[in-house]
């Protein structure tokens, strides 16, 4: 009985700080407070552009030490695509948006 009091005590503050930790932290978040982002069903009507990773940066930092794109950093981008596409659900039914 008397280990079981302070390991009950234990868990109880623990997870009171816990509480009160995560209410400190995500208190300001914006993103949190920030509406969803709108969903709708559509169909690609037509391809407006691609862009390929390396005409999207051009800044040094983009840049190895011999002048060259870095290749591992393209990797991980991929191309952009930007679409005509008419929505057929949702609050914009029928309209033909780009994205």
């Known amino acids: 009985m008397r280990i079981k ?4 005590i234990t868990v109880i503050i623990s997870v ?3 509480l009160i930790g995560h209410g400190i932290a995500v208190q300001d978040m914006f993103v949190l ?17 691609r862009i390929q990773p390396e005409d ?6 983009d840049y190895d030490e011999f002048g060259e794109m870095d290749e ?12 005509e ?11 033909i948006i780009t994205a």
Do not use: H, K, N, T
């Open 5 to 8: 009091i302070p390991y009950l």
């Open 16 to 18: 009171l700080l816990v």
């Open 33 to 49: 407070q920030m509406d969803p982002p709108e969903v709708a069903r559509a169909s690609v009507q037509r391809v407006v552009e």
């Open 56 to 61: 999207s940066f051009s800044g040094a930092e």
């Open 72 to 83: 591992f950093f393209l990797s991980m981008l991929g191309e952009r695509i930007i679409f």
């Open 85 to 95: 596409a008419r929505v057929s659900s949702g609050a914009r039914r029928g309209q």
